[in-house]
Every structure is written in C-alpha cells, then in structure tokens.
C-alpha cells in the first residue's frame, strides 16, 4: 500500500477523505509552530488546514522540533501530510470523518536547523507563533541571546524576536501573534514576562523592549479537544485500507473542539483571519469565563464521577456512560447542581446547558478508552482544586446541601479510606486534603456521612439510583 504523499493524493477517493486544494500547496509560510505533538496538530493545525481549505487563512506553518527524542522521518517521506481521524459523537449522534492535513510544510530540527528557522523570522510573510511545549517549557532561564539555539523555549523566542527585530529595523507592523497553548494559567501572560525578564538579563536595548512589548501580541489561550494521537493497530490497517493509503502520521481527535483566545486587538482578528472557519475558535476580551466551564462542568464532573465509577467496576467513562443510572447522575450533576454554582454575571443558564450536553456526547465517546484509573491520578489535589470551590458557589445562592456533589465526595472518601486505611472523620476535618472547611457548609457533612452508610449497606450504584 502506498504512503500518503503529494504524488498520491489524485488517486485518493474524495468521497472518503477530505483532499487539500492544489492552491492551498503554494501558500507561503505564516505561522512557527514549537512542537510536534498531536494536541497541536488535532487543534490549531487542524483549523489552519480547514481555512486553507476555505481560501481564508492561506498561510502554512514550520514546525519546530525541540527535543532530541523522535524522528522526525515520517514528516520528510510524507511531505508533512497527515490524516485526521474525526471519531465521537456530536449531537447525540456518532460521527466519523477522515481529513488529509496539509498545514505542515516542513519540520526544522532546533538543534542542528537553528539557523534556517531563524532565516524565517527574516520573512514578511510570518505573522504567528504557536507553543506546545508543556508546562515545564514556559519557564525561567539564563539563555544567552547569542546560544544557537538557547536551551529553553523562551530563549528560543527572544532569539527569534530579536532577529526578527534587527531584521526589520525595529519596524512596529512586524510584530507576531504569539499563542501559547500550554496548560497553565495566563499562559501568555506568564511567557511574556520571562521573555521581557530575559531580554533584560541579556541587557538588549531599551528600543527592542519596547517593540517586543508592544509591537507584539502575547494571547492568552485555552484549548480544549481530546486527541489521543495513534490509532489502535488493529484500527489503523482497517483505517488504511479503507481509505486507500497508509500514513504512519495518521491521529485520531474527537469531535468536539474549543480554542479561546485572549484579545480585543483588531491586528490580532485580521492575522488570525482562520478563525472565521471554525466558530469554536473564539477572540474574546477575556477567556476567563471558558476556562471556569471547562474547568467545572468537564474537568469537576470528571473528579466528582471518578470514584464512583471505580467503586462500580468501570473501567472507561464511555463504559460507564452505558449505564442509565451513571449517564443520569452524570447529567444531573451537571444540570442540577454544577450548571446553577457558575451561572452569574458572565456565564448564561444556556451556556452551562450546551456545554453540559457536549460535555455528555464527549464522556459517551465509543472511540475513547478513557480510563477512570488515569483520571484518579493525583485525585486529592483535584478535588480540592476542581470540586470543593463549587460548594462556595452554590451555598452562595441556595440553602440546601448539594446532594449529587455531596454523593460524589462520599465515592471519593469511600475509596480514599479504603486505600489509606484512615478513618473518614479524620479526612473530613483535614483542611489540607480540602483547601476548606467542609464543616461550614450546612449539612453538607451529614449528607456525606449518611451517603457513605448507604453505601456500606447498599453499594455504590443502588445509593445513586436513590438520589433525587
């Protein structure tokens, strides 16, 4: 079987996959990319791709490979091409669609490519640049300007900056679009001011400051799609004969998709001009309101749900998902109890409802083995981060004990006991596990505590088949 590249592409079924126009191959290179992974190629450049497939965007991207784990071999022989497996449920109802990626047009490798990356910042044509370096990669350094390249991501973007800066002479309509999507809080806000800390560090000129502060646009971002990257084998060899070609590049994401971006700048709009593809792509003021749904109703209904399910026997969400009584617990908890906590000034009712639907569709995905052990992992901390701040929201505005949360720390503390061997007053009274003092919402303990006696003698699911 022949492997995806440009000389196949006009043999390939245009009923079976989505083909990239011929057009879309000359578009000139507007967006640096600093990373590989399958977040970045399942979200921002699947949105570039179907711009470019629109004729809105017509630009392409560079990918820089920063570390030295990987090959980068499978990007040469297929020219960049990739399939994008689009695998879930949307509305209620299953979809599939296959997508040939052609965003990518070459990937450079930092460290013995450095110096053809840099001859890219000498282009007009580049307007962004796009991070996923992890967590651990937006972080403090002593990289000298000078280093080819520096070590850290951040040294690599001032280096780049300020090559760019000298290129241009300090011109002020040259500045980029800079989009961190790393998972920590005010990505770009953080990313800039390490950047402005180093330009200091390696005493640049007060006139280059001022242009990497202000001719350039750090966005805050929040991302937001499951990409699990490769397919099962099993799933691959039929994916790969079904549509005719292999692609050792192919992924797999999920239906649902979400990119906000922080800014009220009209020159980020017109850059960004791939957005007008894609409405789940959002150049908002503020993201704050987005990252309070997502953290919430999928992020918080995942831990409040995680014990129980455990406690059940699922092994996956979309096993448990199959359960009418845990699909219910699941939708209610959003509906009932979570949607109402964060409804206020920025989110509307209607918000928290779509959201808790897609939310439904995403945790029923029959193509994701989800497992509820990975969403356990360093559970404490995300009971205290994601589920115990809703119960100042929603005493806020009502009186009575949130029953359907309240069932949730009960599962928890059920298991968490079971494990530690602790007694579950002891974990009730321990500020450290909660962050709060569970005793100072009324009634909320004893609804704990009368949950976990049925549980006892009951089990896990017949109490949650009882809860109204």
């Given at each position: 079987?022949?492997i995806?590249?440009t000389e196949?592409?006009?043999?390939?079924?245009?009923?079976?996959?989505?083909?990239p126009?011929?057009?879309?191959?000359?578009y000139?290179e507007?967006?640096?990319q600093?990373?590989?992974?399958v977040l970045?190629?399942?979200l921002?450049?699947?949105y570039?791709?179907k711009?470019?497939?629109?004729q809105l965007?017509?630009g392409?991207?560079?990918?820089?490979?920063?570390?030295?784990?990987g090959?980068?071999?499978?990007?040469l022989?297929?020219?960049g091409?990739?399939?994008?497996?689009v695998?879930g449920i949307?509305?209620?109802k299953?979809?599939?669609?296959?997508?040939i990626?052609?965003s990518?047009?070459?990937?450079?490798e930092?460290?013995s490519?450095?110096?053809?990356?840099l001859?890219i910042?000498?282009?007009?044509?580049?307007?962004?640049?796009?991070s996923?370096?992890?967590?651990?990669?937006?972080?403090?350094?002593?990289?000298k300007?000078?280093d080819?390249?520096p070590s850290?991501?951040?040294?690599k973007?001032?280096?780049?900056?300020y090559?760019?800066y000298?290129?241009f002479?300090g011109?002020?309509?040259?500045?980029?679009?800079?989009?961190p999507?790393e998972?920590?809080?005010d990505n770009?806000?953080v990313?800039?001011d390490?950047?402005?800390?180093?330009?200091?560090?390696?005493n640049?000129?007060g006139?280059?400051i001022h242009?990497?502060?202000?001719?350039?646009?750090?966005?805050?971002t929040?991302?937001?799609?499951?990409?699990?990257?490769?397919?099962?084998?099993e799933?691959?060899m039929e994916?790969?004969?079904?549509?005719?070609?292999?692609?050792?590049?192919?992924i797999?994401?999920?239906?649902?998709?979400?990119?906000a971006?922080?800014?009220?700048?009209d020159?980020v709009?017109?850059?960004?001009?791939?957005a007008?593809?894609d409405d789940?792509?959002?150049?908002?003021?503020?993201?704050?309101?987005?990252k309070e749904?997502?953290?919430?109703?999928?992020?918080?209904?995942h831990t409040?749900?995680?014990a129980a399910?455990?406690?059940?026997g699922f092994k996956?969400?979309?096993?448990?998902?199959?359960?009418?009584?845990f699909r219910?617990?699941?939708?209610?908890?959003?509906?009932?109890?979570?949607g109402?906590s964060i409804?206020?000034?920025?989110?509307?009712?209607?918000?928290?409802?779509q959201?808790?639907?897609?939310?439904?569709d995403?945790?029923?995905?029959?193509f994701l083995?989800?497992?509820?052990?990975a969403?356990?992992m360093?559970?404490?901390?995300?009971?205290?981060?994601?589920?115990?701040?809703?119960?100042?929201?929603?005493?806020?505005?009502?009186?009575s004990?949130?029953?359907?949360?309240a069932?949730?720390i009960?599962?928890?503390?059920?298991?968490?006991?079971?494990q530690?061997g602790?007694s579950?007053?002891?974990?009730i009274?321990d500020?450290?596990?909660w962050?709060?003092?569970?005793?100072?919402?009324?009634?909320f303990?004893?609804?704990i505590?009368d949950?976990?006696?049925?549980?006892a003698?009951?089990?896990?699911?017949?109490?949650?088949?009882?809860?109204?």
């Open positions: 079987m022949k995806l590249s196949i592409l006009q043999d390939i079924s245009a009923e079976k996959v989505q083909i126009t011929t057009e879309s191959f000359a000139p507007k967006v640096i600093f990373g590989t992974g970045l190629r399942g921002p450049d699947y570039i791709d711009a470019n497939k629109k965007f017509k392409r991207v560079v990918v820089v490979k920063s570390t030295t784990t090959s980068v071999e499978d990007f022989s297929q020219e091409l990739y399939t994008v497996c695998k949307e509305d209620g299953e979809r599939e669609e296959y997508i990626n052609n990518i047009t070459r990937v450079l930092a460290a490519q450095w110096a053809e990356i001859k910042a000498e282009s007009s044509d580049l307007e962004v640049i796009i996923n370096t992890t967590e651990v990669g937006i972080v403090s350094s002593d990289d300007v000078t080819l390249p850290s991501f951040p040294g973007l001032l280096n780049l900056l090559h760019r000298q290129t002479n011109d002020t309509s040259k500045g980029l679009v800079i989009l999507t998972l920590i809080s770009a806000t990313l800039k390490i950047v402005l800390t180093l330009a200091e560090k390696n640049l000129e006139s280059f242009w990497l502060s202000e001719a350039n646009d750090f966005c805050n929040l991302v937001d799609r499951i990409v699990p990257g490769k397919l099962p084998e799933v691959q994916t790969n004969k079904q549509l005719g070609y292999s692609d050792n590049l192919m797999m994401a999920e239906p649902f998709r979400l990119w971006i922080e800014s009220s700048s020159r709009r017109d850059k960004l001009s791939f007008q593809a789940s792509v959002l150049i908002v003021p503020s993201i704050v309101k987005y749904i997502k953290l919430r109703l999928l992020n918080a209904t409040f749900t995680c399910a455990i406690l059940a996956t969400v979309k096993e448990a998902m199959q359960n009418e009584i219910s617990y699941v939708q209610q908890l959003m509906r009932q109890e979570i109402p409804v206020g000034l920025e989110i509307t009712e209607e918000e928290a409802r959201f808790s639907d897609k939310v439904v995403r945790f029923s995905n029959p083995d989800h497992q509820w052990t969403i356990a360093n559970y404490s901390s995300k009971v205290a981060m994601r589920c115990v701040p809703l119960l100042g929201k929603w005493y806020a505005k009502f009186q004990p949130p029953k359907l949360m069932f949730g009960a599962a928890f503390l059920k298991m968490h006991v079971q530690e602790v579950t007053d002891d974990i009274k500020q450290k596990i962050g709060a003092d569970l005793t100072a919402y009324p009634q303990v004893n609804t505590n949950n976990l006696e049925k549980i003698s009951q089990g896990i699911v017949k109490t949650l088949s009882a809860i109204k």
